[in-house]
């Protein structure tokens, strides 16, 4: 199947400052990208649905302005948790939608963020 | 709106036991429908799909029928190993422009020796 590469897969930071975690379509062209958030032993929240080259949709509670997200090419998305908080620590996983045929999303294997 | 829902877990088999996860869907549409699985600490993987009705999805042993007339993807496998515990995820998309999967809660499944 279809490979989407999450970067980094662990991060630690400070608080206030920014972390960017990449996802990597790669080898495939990804017009649409997802990226959730997963709480221990629960199942994933989509947070934003990114598409090539236009503004991120965020979901309803989301704060745009502290998820950054940006969609620059057909094989990568960033997100950006700015000024993070120790609440902002989670399991990040991004997704990608292949869109040739199927309607088949690929995961990459998620990026744990903690911030101290 | 459209809906997945998995049987809740802890699901706990001794190995080589027979394994079914249940799966119900609702939908406006008409849906493909998938099967991922999550080992610890991981991201999804995806492990078996299926597009239309009566199709039959397969992998690494397991297996799941798309049933239209019960709305159900119901996950199978013969003879569970220890390396399948994982949390599997049922989870549906709308064909034909739908972008989101809806997913189910998720079904912790432990094999034991």
């Known amino acids: 199947g279809a490979v989407v590469s999450q970067h980094p897969s662990r991060v630690i930071c400070k608080s206030g400052t920014s972390v960017k975690i990449e996802c990597r379509s790669l080898d495939f062209q990804a017009t649409t990208m997802f990226w959730y958030r997963q709480f221990p032993k629960k199942s994933l929240m989509l947070m934003a649905t990114?598409?090539?080259?236009?503004?991120?949709?965020?979901e309803q509670g989301v704060e745009k302005d502290k998820f950054l997200i940006n969609h620059a090419s057909l094989t990568l998305s960033t997100l950006t948790v700015t000024s993070a908080h120790p609440e902002d620590s989670s399991f990040y996983i991004c997704?990608?939608?292949?869109?040739?045929?199927?309607?088949?999303?690929?995961f990459g294997e998620g990026s744990w963020l903690t911030v101290v | 709106g459209d809906s997945v829902t998995q049987m809740e877990g802890p699901v706990t088999l001794s190995e080589e036991a027979f394994l079914t996860i249940n799966c119900t869907y609702t939908a406006t549409g008409y849906p493909s429908l998938f099967w991922y699985v999550q080992y610890p600490g991981e991201g999804l993987q995806l492990l078996l799909k299926a597009t239309k009705a009566d199709d039959k999805g397969s992998n690494k042993g397991f297996e799941a029928t798309y049933r239209k007339e019960t709305t159900s993807f119901h996950l199978e496998k013969g003879s569970v190993q220890v390396s399948d515990s994982a949390v599997y995820f049922c989870?549906?998309?709308?064909?034909?422009?739908?972008?989101?999967?809806?997913f189910g809660t998720g079904t912790q499944l432990k094999v034991e020796l």
């Open positions: 997704s990608a939608r292949e869109g040739t045929a199927g309607n088949t999303i690929y």
């Open positions: 989870a549906l998309i709308l064909t034909g422009g739908g972008n989101k999967l809806t």
């Open positions: 990114s598409n090539e080259g236009s503004k991120a949709t965020y």
